[in-house]
């Protein structure tokens, strides 16, 4: 058992943090009350470049092969300084992994080395529905036959990245008399297909620079080569990619935490109150260690989903305990670090207020915390009968 | 064309230092290392004029130390340079620049390198000499404190950070040695693939019992961590000298303006 990072992987870390540092936290204030995304987009080119946008991508499709746990790592340092960007990085990461798991050769050769150059700025996953969102299978987005190709029709809802998104991964009804789940297929739908609009954008409670809109589709044409794996057997391939997504959300999560509790507890160390400095109350002390405690199993949590999958194992009750655990983690850890910045915790001028407000969607996305449980709970009681 | 860099991996700087055992030195325990900052402008100068005279030129990257210098030899090697050699050296640290310039020396000589690069100097013990004493010790031409530079194959053309802002312009005559200032270049970040790569590169180790033959010619008394300070600098005056201060400190100090 060893529970270092290799030397490539700690670079890889190194890399992540230096260039955040850097690039990112400097605008990330200002990106959070702005509505211009140009240095958004501008660092997530850079990061392309630099190999971020496929990690656990084989070379020969551009990608970096540098393993899941590089991209937890890399995750991590990322979202410590901008939550929007990282958000960004993993779902990109999971589309390029997704074509790269069930795509076709000239597929995957096509599109995953246009994500990884950074060619396109974003990809996107677009499985949520208004009327599907913790049960996906519920969908009614339809795709139908129609002479080589397919025409897609309905709405999708809640679709990162989607204004800046060179690339689609869609899924959509293709068998309604099917049981539920058995009729769904995954399609590639590049921008600016006739019929694809990119619908309006959410006013949201935090991570702003990373866009989240509606996506419609009205007749919306696809050449039979848009479809990825076998026809009806979409919903098995999200469900399997989302388990890998979740790693990353997880390791998102990590990362606004230990910047929130980083902030407030060298804000402890510096602000006196009552003729002494802050951190010498006892009952900050024993906040200080709870949070750091828990972001402390949160990363081996992620460390031991992010090991399970890079080994080939089956990973998916790890990965929900990770995200689950990681994603409430960095939850409580943003609450304790504004109470120990006291008022100034909740105004703009210190960065805690924005980590809370970037936090909250940790929980919800790439399935609920309720949702988790519901997996972890299934994967362990199926051992019991 | 023969490069050589060397490298040392120090200590992040953000990191709070407290007296070892012996109290000659801090401690090495929960700290995070990295390549020396200065140490960053000479890889990213090698490997730029690496780039510009393509296979005709071979770069080795060079560090004494433990095992973990390995890290800061793969960093260089993914920033671009062909070749590393690490000389095992547990107590590396404690070592006085005089035998660490002499471990280097002996390494590099008979090698044939043209031009060797280093930093001007470490970030932690700050002594300045180890450049200019290898170059004494080959007997080659030396430039310290480089802001520019650039080369043909037979000449270095160096520009030197003076006192008080003034540059000044130096010519070289290959082989030389160059020690390089912050503002010199601005570092790449290696890349993700190249990281990977790097592990196919050779990586050479040597003992460094088969290079060290002499002891050191100075000594450390005594190791001081600096005092907690209350406040920081304050400065005085009208509006415009105020500026001028704060641009003078700024370009001196910080990498905020060149
Ligand atoms: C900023 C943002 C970005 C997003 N990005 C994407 C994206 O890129 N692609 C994409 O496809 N989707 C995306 N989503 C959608 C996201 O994955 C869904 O919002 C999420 O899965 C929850 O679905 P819902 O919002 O419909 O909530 P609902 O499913 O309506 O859930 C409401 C509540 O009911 C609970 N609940 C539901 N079912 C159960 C159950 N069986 N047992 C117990 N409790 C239950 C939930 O946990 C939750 O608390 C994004 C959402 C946001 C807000």
Redesign the interface.
Known sequence: MDLDLT??Q???Q??AR??ARAELEPVAAQLDQGDDRTPFLANLKKLA????MG?NVK?CYG????GVI?FSVAMTEIARSCASTAVTLSVNNMVCEVIQAVGSEEQKRAYIPRICSGDYAAGSFALTESGAGSDPSGMTTQAVADGDGFVLNGAKLFITSAPYAGLFVVWAVTDREAPKGKGISCFLVEAGSPGLIIGREEKKMGQHASATNELLFDNCRVPATALMGRLNDGFRIAVGELAGGRIGIGSLGLGIGLAAMEYATRYATQRSQFGQKISGFQALQWIIADSFTELEAARLLLMNAAFKKEQGKPFGKEASMAKLYATEAANRACYAATQLLGGYGYTRDFPVERYTRDARICTIYEGTSEIQRLIIAREILRTFS | MKILVCIKQVPDLESRFKPNGSKLWYDEADLAFRMNEYDEYAVEQAVRLREQLGDAADVTVLSIGPDRVGEALKKAMAMGCDRAVHIADPDALLRDPWQIASIIASFAGGRGFDLIFTGMQSQDRGSAQVGVLVAELLGISCSTTLVGFACDGEYVIAKRELEGGIKGVVKLRLPALVTCQLGLNVPRYPTLPNIMKAKRKELLVIPVAELLATGPVAATVSFHPPMRKGSGMVLEGDVSTLVEQVIGILKEKTAVLR
Do not use: Q, R, V, Y
């Not at chain 1, 470049?49 to 971020?52: N, R, T, V």
């Not at chain 1, 990608?63 to 540098?66: I, K, Q, T």
């Open positions: 030397a490539e700690k670079l890889i190194e890399t230096d260039f470049e630099l190999g971020f990690l070379e990608g970096s092969e540098a590089a």
